[in-house]
């Protein structure tokens, strides 16, 4: 980075510094650090990692991120893998008040966004309700972030009118979705955390009416170096990730934008 760039990126992060208040003791932010790409943080999220006594965080934040964690601040994993939790949520919730209420400053950093099926609004209630100040910092989501790297639209005026977000885990089972809703065209639907899953996804969006052929995009680790993408059908999808050896964690993105899918 040239010293033009850094002087005037030190002008803009004094300017913020003193117009923003940083994280107060006992306060807790829910911070979302994107899809994996630490250059995709938002400042406010870079700003709040830096300022933490303790920061808490799951399995999908990139080590790059968590550089920025101070030297002197605690950091603890609470992640969760597939059904493997490194701490159940109750349990996380009370960390988080219990370490607030010990006048720490917290941070709790989630991939993606903290309201898009990263718990936050979990936590937050839990904060609230024992009288603790909480904060949201908004982050790329990773259905955004992954589909944009890919070059794939989530939404487009001859193919996609809408988009749905979906849970690929659930508390008991596939059929706790709206198959009939989901199945709909002219629709991107993108399923979050759907590798295990993705056998009975395709099964049941077919089942429901949804076209055979209608592309299906697996993205693993989006917008990270090692991002990889496999194209398939509704028919092949199973198929395509068993010769691809792929694992979670990986995003499926379903319709007719996947079309214009770009490999680099």
């Known amino acids: 980075m040239s010293d033009f760039l850094l002087e005037r990126l030190s002008s ?35 700003r709040r990692i830096i300022e933490a006594d303790v920061v808490l965080y799951d399995n999908l934040v990139g080590p790059a991120i968590l550089d920025l964690v101070s030297p002197e601040a605690a950091r603890h994993y609470v992640g969760k893998k597939a059904a ?20 720490k400053r917290v941070v ?9 099926f990263g718990r936050g609004g979990e936590e937050m209630e839990a904060l609230l309700a024992a009288g603790v ?13 992954c589909a944009a790297y890919a070059g794939i639209p989530l939404t487009h005026r001859d193919w996609a009118q809408s988009v749905t977000f979906a849970t690929g885990h659930l508390k008991h089972g596939l059929s706790e979705l709206d198959w009939p809703g989901l199945a709909r065209p002219t629709q991107t639907v993108v399923f979050y955390m759907g590798m295990t899953a993705a056998a009975g996804i395709a099964e049941a969006l077919m089942a429901h009416g949804r076209n055979p052929e209608t ?11 090692d991002q990889k993408v496999v194209i398939a059908t509704l028919a092949t999808l199973a198929q395509k990730i068993s010769a ?14 996947v079309k214009l899918y770009r490999p680099d």
Do not use: C
Not at 17 to 42: D, I, K, R, Y
Not at 108 to 116: A, H, T
Not at 133 to 145: L, R
């Open 244 to 257: 691809a050896a792929m694992k979670p964690p990986a995003l499926l993105i379903v319709g007719e934008v």
């Open 84 to 103: 493997k939790h490194a701490l159940p949520q109750e349990e996380v919730n009370q960390w988080l008040v219990r370490l607030a209420q010990s006048g």
């Open 215 to 225: 592309p299906v995009a697996v993205i693993y680790h989006g917008t990270r170096p």
């Open 133 to 145: 100040d909480v904060e949201i910092v908004p982050g790329i989501t990773a259905a955004v972030g």
């Open 12 to 46: 803009f992060l004094s300017g913020l510094n003193a117009s923003s208040p940083p994280l107060a003791a006992g306060q807790v932010s829910l911070v979302g650090a994107g899809p994996g790409n630490p250059e995709l943080l938002t400042l406010l999220a870079m």
């Open 108 to 116: 709790r950093l989630k991939g993606g966004d903290p309201f898009v």
